[in-house]
């Protein structure tokens, strides 16, 4: 399967710490997104690269989030000292830039900040 | 700003029944897309059905349709012979520039 991969499934970490996560697209897809979800939500919109440039980032995206696509391939979101209000599941999604935009979603990383 | 409603936070409905999940949207722009994804419980979110805008005939894939009215701003998505699999929260979505916009979603249970 050639779907949308994201690593880690869950993280827990403390407050104050920095967390990473990575998110593969599918392999021709030059469009990458982030959304954040909290429970009992819909997605909400973080940012968005085509190939390596990061073209929208959200107001949502505050100074400690920090998104890249080196080389246009995969893509980190970085956390900055977590809060507890980060808590949420992050997911990736990937299009292959037509014009119908469907965006193939991963299965998400879930994070709780303790 | 575009915005998404759901307005139904449940709905239910008997195995091999229909239902109709609701969705209206906020936008001032003439062409987009819309669409509706499934999340299964602890599972990705997939691509139900999608709309475009320009398009006048509703969107239709198997046991799933839509109600697409453009002047009312509103898009339901009705679910024929409903099966035990389709149970899941539905989210309604509007493309806004490449990012979409979400409703706050329907979990739609079936009672078997």
């Known amino acids: 399967d050639t779907g949308v991969s994201q690593d880690p499934r869950h993280k827990i970490t403390k407050r104050g710490q920095n967390v990473t996560f990575r998110c593969d697209p599918i392999?021709?897809?030059?469009?990458l997104y982030w959304y954040r979800q909290t429970l009992g939500q819909g997605p909400e919109f973080l940012t968005y690269?085509?190939?390596?440039?990061?073209?929208?980032k959200s107001r949502l995206l505050s100074d400690r989030f920090s998104a890249e696509r080196p080389k246009g391939s995969f893509s980190t979101l970085e956390i900055q000292r977590t809060e507890q209000g980060d808590s949420a599941m992050y997911l990736c999604?990937?299009?292959?830039?037509?014009?119908?935009?469907?965006?193939?979603f991963g299965p998400g990383t879930r994070l709780t900040v303790l | 700003a575009q915005t998404v409603t759901q307005s139904q936070p449940e709905m239910s409905v008997q195995e091999a029944e229909t239902v109709t999940l609701s969705c209206t949207y906020d936008?001032?722009?003439?062409?987009?897309?819309l669409f509706w994804y499934k999340q299964p419980p602890s599972r990705q979110m997939i691509l139900v059905i999608r709309?475009?805008?320009?398009k006048q005939q509703n969107a239709t894939e198997n046991r799933f349709s839509v109600n697409f009215q453009k002047a009312a701003k509103s898009f339901s998505l009705k679910i024929s012979d409903s099966q035990l699999g389709d149970a899941a929260m539905y989210f309604c979505?509007?493309?806004?520039?490449?990012?979409?916009?979400w409703g706050a979603g329907t979990k739609l249970i079936i009672k078997p």
């Open positions: 690269f085509q190939n390596e440039a990061q073209l929208e």
């Open positions: 392999s021709e897809h030059n469009r």
């Open positions: 999604a990937s299009s292959s830039g037509l014009s119908d935009n469907e965006q193939f």
């Open positions: 936008t001032s722009e003439s062409d987009y897309y």
């Open positions: 709309q475009e805008a320009y």
């Open positions: 979505a509007y493309d806004s520039n490449y990012q979409l916009i």
